[in-house]
């Protein structure tokens, strides 16, 4: 990374740091953040060599071109280049640890907090890495892992991929047919696990489904435990992880990792899977390092200060390692970041609910930026955590949030708790920064935050450079301040070359190039697209992209609510409902369907003591058609005690709505890919109703 960075006082933000060495070593000057983000996706060969140079980037080879060929799919990007993300991270070890500064802190529900300094995370990820070599491990092989969010599964990723090896990750709170349903699709050589996990005040062992996944997954040749609750039987002719990491001789002192092309794949992760098998993307070392670290330096803000007796950044975003923002939290040691996780559940336990868990150990961290999904933030508001009492989360500078659209009540209730919180501060601070982002585990984040551009809450300041988004209406020209298909017209080097296993790539196809072929479109700059520039990526987002350059998300496309001929994504209506205080959380399904009326019903989960009475009824409907229109007023509202969603938290919208259209519930839905499966019967004994009435 570029030292000069670390030179200047932190409160000049990234992307302002950026511009000014595009002026200086560029020549270019731009008059305001639009003009720059027109160039980016204008000219990406420019942009994306730009981000290169100026994030340091190391290849022992020069790349012979930038884009090879921009198509999609199939553009190929640095050809020659060879890089290795772990090599991207270890760089920084002396630097940092000369500063003072931790790789990761981590802590648990049971308050067992650790540091891991820099050069510890290098020994024990080397040593693990020459285990692996030992094992037979090759670039190319997969290795899985069944490891919840500790210091240790980052160490394992490190490993894994220093030696070629290609990572896949699935959260311990994962059923194991759903960790079946992914792994065997990738026939792993090697699987690192744990014995046991914590989470909701509960100790959960997994030594049985380690076995259960060793018996499905006939290609394993080779089992790594980690002795996470330490108190469970030993599984079987596996390895133990303490002993691995205890190897401290010069062999270890003097591994490298290994340069790679830089397509070579990374990681394999995996759609939510709600019906069939669940999707497995392939992502490679250089697009994933490169992406994620120019978004995250340039649009999250966050890097690192490597001045004597500086903090630092304290990166903090709170996931499982089934969610796609563990990644996203892994990339800060890309930078030279302190990562600061946290293993267990964010809302406390069920016998004594606490939504302040994570705020308190942000404050006794000193974490600069917190991040999480935006139904946290929304926990937290309902609950009415009193963040302004908690002390020390001064040093928060910015609030991450993504996975569903935030809606601007919560936005507004942070912002409102952090102005007392900085009324309380020494020294006088702006408002609280919210980097609201929106994306997917396909190709990475589109629409997010921008330090230096004005706030207007519920929605993303900017679309991110080098992204060519647009909203898109259903004859394939782009729209200003109307919602349309979010789409993205110029390739991008993290976007997935590839499912694993789609040999014809029909499905890679089908899932975000069928819907507009090659040649429809226009460009960014205006002007048709070619007729060879190949397909356009539609993500199935709802999207308004307004006349000030701002996004708003409104849901998924495919779960619109379509009433009487006015389409509107779910998210508004989510937004009306869920800003009454009774309400903790809803979904709504649209059964519009050929030859038949449309049957709308509300669900919603109320606060404990609250019961759906006509009075209520009467202020849900009315909250929509104040908010949106009598057109949305549901057919039926229903109480119930949980929304069915996936293991990342999405709520189940289309499965319910399959469901309830008559689909056999096998076919619409996974309860092992289910967050809370219990709920779904109350689900199906509703559809069998419904239909029965139909």
């Not at 020549?27 to 305001?32: A, I």
């Not at 340069?259 to 994933?288: A, R």
């Not at 998300?553 to 869920?578: C, F, H, K, V």
């Not at 908010?627 to 319910?656: C, H, M, W, Y």
Request: proline content about 7%.
């Amino acid at each position: 990374m570029n030292t000069s960075l670390h030179a200047q006082p932190p409160f000049v933000p990234q992307i302002r740091l950026y511009q000014q060495w595009l002026a200086e070593h560029r020549q270019l000057h731009f008059d305001d953040y639009q003009a720059m983000w027109r160039w980016s996706v204008t000219d990406i060969e420019a942009f994306w060599q730009s981000a290169w140079d100026y994030l340091e980037l190391q290849s022992p080879t020069p790349h012979t071109a930038v884009l090879e060929r921009n198509t999609m799919p199939g553009a190929r990007w640095f050809p020659g280049a060879k890089v290795n993300y772990a090599q991207q991270v270890l760089r920084h070890v002396e630097a940092a640890h000369a500063a003072g500064m931790l790789a990761i802190i981590s802590n648990n529900e049971k308050g067992q907090r650790r540091e891991l300094s820099w050069p510890e995370l290098k020994r024990q990820a080397a040593a693990l890495s020459l285990h692996l070599q030992a094992q037979g491990v090759q670039p190319g092989d997969r290795v899985a892992v069944y490891m919840p969010n500790i210091a240790e599964t980052m160490i394992a990723f490190l490993a894994v991929v220093s030696v070629g090896g290609i990572w896949s990750v699935c959260a311990p709170d994962m059923g194991t047919n759903a960790v079946v349903d992914r792994f065997k699709q990738i026939t792993p050589k090697v699987l690192i696990a744990v014995d046991g996990v914590t989470y909701g005040g509960k100790d959960l062992e997994r030594h049985t489904v380690v076995s259960e996944l060793r018996a499905a997954l006939p290609s394993v040749e080779h089992v790594v435990i980690y002795r996470n609750l330490g108190d469970q039987p030993a599984v079987p002719d596996s390895a133990d992880w303490a002993q691995i990491v205890q190897r401290n001789d010069a062999a270890v002192h003097a591994f490298e990792p290994v340069w790679l092309d830089f397509n070579h794949p990374l990681w394999i992760v995996y759609s939510s899977g709600t019906t069939g098998l669940p999707k497995p993307l392939v992502h490679d070392h250089g697009g994933t390092m490169l992406n994620g670290m120019a978004h995250k330096n340039l649009h999250y803000d966050v890097a690192c200060s490597y001045e004597p007796n500086s903090w630092g950044e304290r990166f903090l975003w709170y996931s499982s390692t089934g969610w796609i923002m563990w990644n996203a939290q892994l990339s800060g040691l890309l930078s030279g970041t302190t990562c600061v996780i946290y293993d267990g559940n964010p809302g406390g336990s069920k016998d004594k609910p606490d939504w302040g868990v994570l705020w308190r150990y942000a404050a006794s961290e000193g974490v600069t930026f917190f991040g999480g999904g935006a139904a946290f933030f929304a926990n937290c508001m309902k609950a009415h955590v009193p963040l302004s009492e908690i002390a020390g989360l001064h040093t928060i500078r910015a609030l991450g949030t993504t996975g569903s659209p935030l809606s601007a009540e919560v936005q507004q209730w942070g912002s409102d708790q952090f102005a007392q919180i900085y009324a309380k501060a020494a020294e006088p601070r702006p408002d609280i920064w919210w980097c609201n982002i929106s994306g997917g585990t396909d190709a990475g984040a589109y629409v997010g935050g921008h330090r230096e551009l004005p706030m207007a809450a519920g929605e993303m300041q900017c679309r991110f450079l080098g992204v060519s988004v647009e909203a898109w209406n259903e004859q394939g020209r782009p729209v200003i301040d109307e919602v349309g298909e979010l789409v993205v017209t110029q390739p991008l080097p993290c976007m997935p070359p590839f499912f694993w296993g789609d040999t014809d790539n029909q499905r890679y196809l089908g899932s975000y190039f069928d819907t507009f072929p090659p040649g429809q479109g226009r460009q960014p700059g205006g002007g048709d697209l070619p007729a060879d520039a190949g397909a356009v990526w539609r993500h199935g987002d709802w999207l308004k992209i307004t006349p000030e350059g701002r996004a708003i998300i409104y849901g998924r496309s495919d779960a619109t609510i379509n009433r009487y001929g006015l389409r509107m994504g779910t998210s508004e209506l989510y937004s009306a409902i869920e800003a009454l205080p009774e309400v903790l959380d809803s979904m709504v399904v649209d059964l519009e369907y050929l030859g038949k009326d449309s049957y709308m019903p509300l669900f919603v989960v109320l606060r404990p003591g609250v019961e759906l009475d006509d009075a209520l009824r009467a202020r849900l409907n009315g909250a929509i058609r104040t908010a949106l229109s009598p057109r949305f007023v549901p057919n039926d509202i229903f109480q119930v005690a949980e929304i069915p969603r996936t293991l990342s938290g999405k709520k189940q919208e289309l499965p319910i709505k399959k469901l309830m259209l008559g689909q056999p519930v096998e076919k619409v839905l996974n309860r092992d890919a289910m967050a809370n499966p219990a709920c779904l019967d109350w689900y199906i004994e509703l559809a069998k109703r419904h239909l029965a009435g139909a």
